[in-house]
């Protein structure tokens, strides 16, 4: 790393600091207490500011620009989000406090729940998961349940066609599904043939990505919800990438039983460096039953003069707690402002948008690179990171090369089903100038593929890390990669 680090900037005597004169006796510190071995930068307050300031500009992130990563959904987290959930009411409540102290907390629960049913068609919305892929976990738990509870427990399969995202399988199996594949037809869509070959009385449903990780929306989805219920079998819609559906199609009028929302991706709350997210659960109203506990309840109707009381309800045949406490409350707050300023309407654009910029890429890189899948787009597509006449070069020395260009790189190699997969998704806050620049670069780097691929079998060349050995990187981790001598 090129940035000098905090130690060798030190230099003795330096500080950052003045105390005031000593104003009591002095005496001297406990024995043992002061490690003189203990290596500390001496350094002024200046010193300080810009080793921090320059270390947070290594970063990158949707605040510094266009991060166009598929299936991701990097939009643009307002800010005024984070000011909402810093409120006190919101930011020092505490969730064992009794629910007559947190009425406002639990009424925006509970709004919130609301607002995801009118927005998904669900019957009912569980705020706990913490992620996608623990709201598909819960979702699964959920289809089991609901067969065992009538006595089917020959049900052991859930069919995932190969343009699911990676999730889905893995949460199946960990609920003891087998996972069952089918394929995609020419135009993107679960292949029916293959759809009805695997229908049997042992499958206990079916998760189904759509918009699929092609970017394409399904279009034979009703007939792939009516087989799979003819079957016996539920419909489990993985939500997380909503951006293009909101205001437009709702996943329960379509049929579908059990589905899961990403907050931080569709809703606008960060994906935060491994932080928090939140995967809320809608299902249908004969699932109702069988949602985590607790879920934000009216417990006592209001009238004319008071409020309603809120409070926590436990549905008959839960299948109990998936997380502890409520959720990601912060998550939830920014979530409710989110939905509360863009409205209906608002909710509406902001599909429209997804959508239409999506596309307007697709039909800037077409000519350059190959869609293999290439009808009207969703809010992503997927193009194939390998050119004509630059045989050497893959979807990742293309995606290495963006970053010299200050771009962050598509997600790549995913899906599976397209080869040397570049999966773009430059959602709708970007403008049309980011989108602009966005594809002459790619344009300008397929150029250089054919010109000049070493360089970009070397890239990135501009960035604090040169390129890594992935696998590497992944097997060994080092998290510190460096320390002071001494120590
Ligand atoms: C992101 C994503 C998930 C998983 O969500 P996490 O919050 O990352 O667990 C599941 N399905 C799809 C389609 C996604 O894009």
Not at 92 to 117: D, F, I, K, R
Not at 258 to 287: E, I, Q, R
Request: charged letters at 20%.
């Amino acid at each position: 790393m090129a940035e000098p680090t905090i130690y060798e900037i030190s230099s003795p005597g330096r500080v950052g600091f003045r105390f005031p004169a000593c104003d009591v006796p002095e005496t001297a510190l406990p024995t043992g207490l002061v490690r003189e071995d203990l290596p500390m930068p001496e350094v002024a307050e200046l010193d300080v500011v810009r080793h921090f300031t320059n270390l947070s500009h290594l970063n990158y992130s949707i605040d510094s620009g266009i991060y166009p990563l598929g299936s991701c959904t990097m939009k643009y987290n307002p800010k005024i989000n984070e000011d909402v959930a810093r409120l006190p009411g919101f930011a020092y409540s505490h969730p064992l406090q009794p629910v007559e102290t947190v009425q406002g907390n639990l009424a925006m629960m509970y709004e919130l729940q609301q607002w995801l049913c009118e927005i998904s068609g669900m019957a009912g919305v569980t705020l706990q998961p913490s992620a996608g892929a623990q709201g598909e976990f819960t979702g699964v738990s959920i289809i089991r349940a609901y067969h065992l509870s009538r006595g089917d427990a020959k049900r052991t399969k859930i069919i995932i066609p190969d343009s699911a995202h990676g999730t889905n399988p893995a949460t199946s199996s960990m609920n003891g599904f087998e996972v069952v594949g089918v394929s995609t037809d020419a135009n993107g869509n679960v292949d029916l043939d293959s759809l009805k070959s695997v229908l049997d009385d042992t499958v206990a449903g079916l998760m189904l990505t759509n918009p699929n990780t092609l970017g394409l929306f399904d279009q034979n989805v009703e007939e792939v919800v009516r087989l799979v219920h003819e079957a016996g079998g539920l419909v489990y819609g993985d939500g997380a990438n909503l951006n293009a559906l909101l205001g437009i199609v709702r996943p329960g009028d379509v049929g579908f039983d059990v589905m899961h929302f990403n907050l931080h991706k569709t809703f606008s709350t960060p994906h935060g460096g491994g932080g928090p997210g939140s995967g809320p659960v809608g299902v249908a109203k004969h699932l109702l039953d069988f949602l985590p506990t607790p879920v934000v309840g009216i417990i006592e109707e209001g009238d004319e003069e008071l409020p309603p009381l809120y409070g926590f309800d436990t549905p008959k045949q839960t299948i109990g707690r998936v997380k502890a406490f409520h959720g990601q409350f912060g998550m939830i707050v920014r979530a409710y402002n989110y939905i509360s300023m863009h409205g209906p309407d608002g909710l509406r654009d902001i599909a429209e948008c997804a959508v239409l910029n999506a596309n307007y890429l697709l039909a800037r890189l077409r000519d350059t690179y190959h869609v293999p899948y290439g009808r009207h787009c969703m809010h992503e597509f997927v193009m194939e990171g390998q050119l004509d006449g630059a045989p050497d070069v893959h979807a990742l020395d293309i995606a290495k090369r963006m970053m010299d260009y200050g771009i962050h790189p598509p997600t790549n190699y995913f899906p599976l089903i397209v080869h040397e997969a570049l999966m773009i998704e430059p959602t709708e806050t970007e403008s049309k100038q980011t989108l602009d620049h966005l594809t002459d670069v790619l344009i300008k780097i397929a150029g250089e593929a054919r010109t000049n691929p070493e360089l970009l079998h070397a890239a990135p060349h501009n960035t604090p890390v040169g390129r890594l050995d992935e696998v590497r990187a992944a097997k060994e981790l080092v998290l510190c990669c460096w320390l002071p001598e001494k120590i």
